[in-house]
């Protein structure tokens, strides 16, 4: 490279931002289009499980199909992220034509436009270039974030590869060579603001060399992976949700006993509705070193994000959190909603969408005023939260009119309404 890059800051809120290819480079690059505020339109005739969640959601826009190269009319930046040189460079060409900056995966010499390696510090973001070399780049990150995490009261590096300049997945994967010890971490990963995890979530993380990944993970949080960590995407596992798990299980005892850092991140906290006791099981079981780091779970931190504090002071002196996954009257059911109805404290429903129609109606059945202030919170703590404010008797129809989905919260109890003011 003759000259040097120019470094910006792109502002993308509500501009048109094309994504070629839907694998893992498109999964690890998505996320931080999508809190730039892009309008992502991503082309590809196949998606990763990650990528159709945001498809879903309504976060991007997809055509199942190849590139042609019209797709870029209008658009401001392209991201090329497939492996077939002959189809990157149809895109190249497409962009060059009409002035448009295109990013290269695949080829960063034929690239007009580089992606730094980012670290982000609330309203901070430091983008490092590193002439064409990303490792010599993410080397300078980790050391830059580093130093601002020191200054902001984040605990240091462990020091597992004394020695060594760097550190985090790639220093820990040349330390991990002679044969040492894997261990795995259950991590929470907080409810969705990648900021909520826990400082030492977030140190495990970095020391990784595997990550298995839940679909409700924070996508931003994989965004500053090394390339050369593992990335196993547990949503994208085939068979039914048994098989899947003990495939998971498999997949976390395997890489650890193959002497790997293995982090399994996990939504929110790890033992709440997260399966995380079952893997802590099997690794244990396998002789595996097993740690579990709590998460910042959406059970209290999304209502607190949205305005609802679960208790409040002469309001309400406890909170219940419950899984509606099961409807009410299935014998599979492990909750006595009967009971619940009879609580004046809060009432936290997790995965409640499908069946909240039954279920409200169960709670006012048995005594619970249908009057109860009641709130869903979809995709808390994100930039695409939505809140619904309502009663517990009218709270099921008002979610259908309002179109909303999972994941959401629901929060049942005066307490609803105890900051409304503020
Ligand atoms: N272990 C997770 C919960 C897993 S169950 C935790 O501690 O948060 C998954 C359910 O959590 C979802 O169906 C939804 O009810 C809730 N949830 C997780 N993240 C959420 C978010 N950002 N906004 C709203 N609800 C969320």
């Known amino acids: 490279m003759s000259a040097n890059p120019y470094p910006l800051g792109l502002r993308l809120a509500g501009r048109p931002v094309v994504v070629v290819g839907g694998g893992a480079v498109a999964?690890?690059?998505?996320?931080?289009?999508?809190?730039?505020?892009?309008?992502?339109?991503?082309?590809?005739?196949?998606?990763?499980?990650?990528?159709?969640?945001h498809v879903d959601a309504g976060r991007l826009r997809w055509e199942p199909r190849r590139f042609?190269?019209?797709?870029?009319?209008?658009?401001?930046?392209?991201?090329?992220?497939?492996?077939?040189?002959?189809?990157?460079?149809?895109?190249?060409?497409?962009?060059?034509?009409?002035?448009?900056?295109?990013?290269?995966?695949?080829?960063?010499?034929?690239?007009?436009?580089?992606?730094?390696?980012v670290t982000r510090h609330g309203p901070v973001t430091v983008a490092v270039l590193g002439g064409g070399d990303p490792r010599r780049a993410m080397t300078v990150r980790d050391a830059v974030r580093d130093l601002l995490s020191a200054r902001t009261g984040r605990a240091p590096a462990g020091g597992t590869t004394a020695g060594s300049a760097g550190r985090g997945p790639a220093a820990a994967g040349?330390?991990?060579?002679?044969?040492?010890?894997?261990?795995?971490?259950?991590?929470?990963a907080g409810p969705g603001d990648p900021e909520l995890i826990t400082v030492k979530g977030w140190r495990l993380l970095t020391e990784a060399n595997v990550v298995v990944a839940d679909r409700l993970v924070p996508g931003l949080l994989l965004d500053e992976l090394?390339?050369?960590?593992?990335?196993?995407?547990?949503?994208?596992?085939?068979?039914?949700?048994?098989?899947?798990?003990?495939?998971?299980?498999?997949?976390?005892?395997?890489?650890?006993?193959?002497?790997?850092?293995?982090?399994?991140?996990?939504?929110?906290?790890?033992y709440v509705f997260g399966r995380g006791g079952e893997e802590l099981l099997a690794c244990a079981g396998a002789g595996v070193p097993v740690t579990v780091v709590p998460g910042v779970t959406s059970a209290i931190a999304v209502p607190?994000?949205?305005?609802?504090?679960?208790?409040?002071?002469?309001?309400?002196?406890?909170?219940?959190?419950?899984?509606?996954?099961?409807?009410?009257?299935?014998?599979?059911?492990?909750?006595?909603?009967?009971?619940?109805?009879?609580?004046?404290?809060?009432?936290?429903?997790?995965?409640?969408?499908?069946n909240l129609a039954a279920i409200s109606a169960t709670l006012v059945a048995h005594g619970r005023p249908a009057d109860t202030p009641a709130i869903v919170v979809q995709e808390g703590t994100t930039g695409g939260q939505r809140l619904l404010r309502s009663t517990l008797g009218a709270v099921a129809q008002d979610v259908v009119a309002a179109g909303l989905r999972p994941p959401a919260v629901v929060v049942v109890g005066d307490v609803v309404d105890a900051l409304t003011s503020y």
Not at 74 to 100: F, M, N, Y
Not at 176 to 183: E, H, L, Q, T
Not at 338 to 349: M, N, W
């Open 68 to 117: 042609v190269p019209a797709d870029l009319d209008g658009a401001w930046l392209v991201q090329v992220a497939v492996d077939d040189r002959a189809a990157a460079a149809v895109v190249s060409s497409a962009a060059a034509e009409r002035r448009i900056f295109c990013v290269r995966a695949d080829d960063r010499a034929a690239a007009t436009a580089w992606t730094p390696a």
């Open 27 to 53: 999964t690890r690059r998505v996320p931080a289009l999508l809190d730039a505020g892009a309008d992502v339109l991503l082309v590809s005739p196949e998606l990763t499980p990650a990528l159709r969640a």
């Open 226 to 270: 090394r390339p050369d960590v593992e990335l196993v995407d547990a949503s994208k596992i085939p068979y039914g949700p048994s098989r899947a798990q003990e495939e998971i299980n498999r997949i976390l005892v395997d890489r650890a006993l193959a002497g790997n850092a293995v982090v399994r991140l996990k939504g929110g906290d790890p």
């Open 304 to 354: 607190a994000v949205a305005g609802v504090p679960v208790t409040h002071r002469a309001v309400a002196h406890e909170f219940t959190v419950v899984s509606g996954h099961v409807a009410p009257d299935s014998p599979a059911s492990l909750v006595r909603w009967e009971s619940l109805a009879g609580l004046r404290g809060t009432l936290v429903v997790l995965m409640g969408l499908k």
């Open 174 to 188: 040349s330390a991990r060579g002679g044969g040492a010890p894997g261990r795995v971490a259950l991590v929470g």
